[in-house]
């Protein structure tokens, strides 16, 4: 009897843990993949999240207090499990600490040990019986350590069994981008935020706030009250499709006051991404023409445009005015974003109108500038631009290294398309190649700096399902799929050396919103593809695999739900 009795209760036993193990135990393979996931089955620990779990932390540092608030909201929403904050707790289950990284064995130094950007983001995460322990040198390190932490843990914490690991992480890459186009729609300050919750938690650390548009110009200038409050009106919007000039004839606007501009900037900053903001010139700059037609070469009027494309309409390059505008813009734009990159544009910008204007003839003239036009330009198809080293694309060029010049005398550094390297790049430009690689090779064999975006890579406003008819409607000359996004790689050995692939700081996903006019479309637009590109951005070429990520993927969906954020639901 007593037999019996023993032999059952092992029986039930065994059943239970083998349903939790099968049902609920935490799953390490999170996304993106960490460097290193050690799970030792010889190790028969295990650590449960419970209600009251406790979490240690430095209170003195505001910034790992802010985390630990963080580590708390999100095991909230992602387990119902509410825990209790006690800093300085040495029992405390949940550890988040902050360490000195030590001289590598034999090699004692009294100099102060630099840290690579990589390794400020560096940190590991241990599970043992006692608790979770989670280290890193910086606090960046540490807030990404409780996203990995976040993303762990297991929807039932009542069966949910987090067995022995040891996890060590850093990014491969530094800049880690998506670009959000406000331009062409407008999006709320609330809608910003999302946004940026849902790149930190694909590690994302660079939010590319593209400004100013054809359509709209959205950054208050305090100095120009009328740019924003005029310009960012167009008075109808084109119905797709869009070559139908159909248009729906209602008022469309919206623009960021500067305090609302800063009160971004400090969210993103909290969740460690830096807000690289873009003013789009000399192209793309009709909304500006409409406040200012006499910043144009025909004198206007201009209206705001209210349909998308490529306009021939651009700043004057001749008029000693664009300089003077551009200046105080990009002034208060400095003055507002603390980031060390200021995106000046750059992109599609026709040069018909400077072709026959007398002030941009002149002023070509003056600067002694000629066409080279056996100097073939690296980059892809100059879509209504000129290609190659022509006059005018001196001219943009000029203008760029006055910019340049202005925004180091702020100790910024410039980022433009891959458009500015056909007048010659500036001394201490940043290429961002769209058109293909090819603009970003180019540049990097320059030794310029270059961040990787080529549109057939990582256009977001691109479909992700080759059946167009499942998705609202967006771009459509091509598909930007999961797999094909998951496939880039920005660092081909055959086309680069060592030095020169050092000079990729990283890669960026554009979110262009010709058609994309609500957040659930934009979300929908950008999920699960962040989830795609994050690996590309975040982990080495070795560990990449498209199967295995999308075996990782339903994990994250459950996030997504939590957070109550749209996403497309289908993976190609
Ligand atoms: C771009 O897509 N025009 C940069
Ligand atoms: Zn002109």
Excluded at 73 to 98: C, F, H, Y
Excluded at 196 to 202: F, G, K, Q
């Amino acid at each position: 009897m007593k037999r019996l009795f023993l032999f059952s209760t092992f029986l039930i036993s065994f059943c239970s843990l083998a349903l939790a193990d099968e049902l609920y135990q935490v799953n390490y393979n999170i996304i993106p993949l960490p460097k290193e996931v050690k799970l030792d089955p010889s190790k028969k620990v295990f650590f449960m999240l419970k209600e009251g779990t406790s979490v240690s932390y430095d209170a003195s540092n505001a910034e790992c207090t802010r985390i630990a608030q963080f580590l708390k909201e999100w095991t909230k929403e992602a387990t119902g499990v509410n825990l209790q904050l006690t800093p300085g707790d040495k029992n405390a289950q949940i550890q988040l600490r902050l360490v000195s990284p030590a001289a590598p064995k034999g090699k004692k130094s009294k100099k102060p040990i630099v840290l690579t950007e990589q390794e400020k983001e560096s940190y590991t995460m241990k599970v043992t019986e006692k608790g979770v322990e989670l280290t890193a040198f910086e606090p960046v390190g540490l807030f990404r350590a409780a996203q990995t932490l976040r993303k762990c843990l297991p929807e039932r914490p009542d069966l949910g069994l987090m067995p022995y690991v040891e996890i060590t992480d850093q990014p491969r890459f530094t800049y880690r981008g998506v670009l959000l186009d406000c331009g062409r729609h407008f999006f709320s300050v609330e809608f910003i935020k999302q946004f940026l919750d849902v790149m930190a938690l694909h590690g994302c650390n660079q939010f590319h706030w593209h400004l100013t548009e054809d359509q709209g110009w959205r950054f208050e200038v305090k100095a120009l009250p009328d740019l924003a409050k005029k310009g960012s009106v167009r008075e109808k919007s084109i119905i797709a499709p869009s070559k139908v000039r159909l248009y729906d004839n209602i008022p469309y606007g919206g623009y960021y006051t500067q305090e609302e501009c800063r009160e971004v900037v400090k969210y993103a900053a909290e969740r460690y991404i830096n807000v690289v903001p873009e003013i789009d010139m000399p192209g793309h700059m009709q909304s500006a023409l409409h406040v200012f037609p006499n910043l144009g070469c025909t004198g206007g009027p201009y209206p705001v445009a209210p349909h998308w494309g490529v306009m021939r309409e651009v700043l004057c390059g001749g008029n000693p005015e664009t300089l003077t505008f551009l200046k105080t813009v990009f002034g208060e734009l400095c003055d507002v974003f603390p980031s060390p990159y200021i995106h000046i544009g750059g992109d599609e910008c026709p040069k018909e109108r400077w072709q026959k204007c007398p002030k941009c003839q002149a002023k070509i003239k003056e600067l002694n500038l000629t066409a080279d036009n056996d100097i073939k330009v690296e980059g892809g198809d100059n879509r209504g631009s000129q290609d190659g080293r022509s006059a005018e694309n001196k001219l943009q060029s000029y203008i760029n290294h006055e910019i340049e010049q202005f925004l180091a005398s702020k100790g910024r550094s410039l980022i433009g398309w891959d458009e500015i390297l056909a007048g010659g790049l500036t001394e201490d430009a940043i290429v961002m190649s769209w058109r293909g690689t090819k603009g970003g090779v180019a540049a990097a064999r320059q030794n310029h700096r270059v961040i990787m975006s080529p549109n057939v890579y990582a256009y977001i406003d691109h479909p992700q399902l080759a059946d167009y008819s499942k998705s609202p409607r967006t771009t459509d000359s091509y598909v930007v799929s999961c797999s094909k996004m998951y496939s880039f790689e920005p660092l081909v050995p055959e086309e680069l050396t060592k030095e020169q692939g050092d000079c990729i700081l990283g890669v960026q996903a554009n979110l262009w919103t010709e058609h994309v006019a609500y957040p659930e479309h934009a979300l929908y637009q950008l999920l699960p593809r962040l989830a795609s590109m994050c690996e590309v951005q975040w982990c080495n070429p070795e560990q990449k695999n498209f199967e295995e990520w999308k075996k990782r993927l339903p994990q994250l969906k459950k996030l997504y739900n939590k957070m109550g954020v749209v996403y497309c639901n289908e993976v190609e």
